[in-house]
Nanobody, 129 residues
Framework: QVQLVESGGGLVQAGGSLRLSCKAS????????MAWYRQAPGKEREGVSC????????NYVDSMKDRFTISKDNAKNTVYLQMNSLNPEDTAVYYC??????????????????????WGQGTQVTVSS
């Protein structure tokens, strides 16, 4: 099991930026596929982005593709989500997820949340208009 702790959420005005962090422990970080999901009030959880242990990445929602960037720092066991040009529709609880890679060069898919067995507690992002 991987322990995940998110941070960096908060209140921001529309057009602003936030960077979320997720620190992992319990497993070798460089072997982990990492992802970000979010859940807005009254809506289903949706994938945001996924970063494979090999370094590949996939953005799931087109509306976020040019605004959000996932990255990681293996030395800090941390994955980040840089969010720019935020709008009120981005208001949600953002969750970090992790799963050891099943094989070399595996490409994770944020459209498959069931792949990830470890989840953080979430961090609230609120964007005011």
């Amino acid at each position: 099991q991987v322990q995940l702790v998110e941070s960096g959420g908060g209140l921001v005005q529309a057009g602003g930026s936030l960077r979320l962090s997720c620190k992992a422990s319990g497993r070798t970080f460089r072997n982990l596929n990492m992802a970000w999901y979010r859940q807005a009030p009254g809506k289903e959880r949706e994938g945001v982005s996924c970063l494979s242990s090999s370094g590949g990445s996939t953005n799931y929602v087109d509306s976020m593709k040019d605004r959000f960037t996932i990255s990681k720092d293996n030395a800090k066991n941390t994955v980040y989500l840089q969010m720019n040009s935020l709008n009120p529709e981005d208001t949600a609880v953002y969750y970090c997820a992790a799963e050891p890679t099943p094989r070399t060069a595996y490409v994770c898919d944020p459209d498959e949340p069931s792949f990830f067995r470890s989840w953080g507690q979430g961090t609230q992002v609120t964007v005011s208009s």
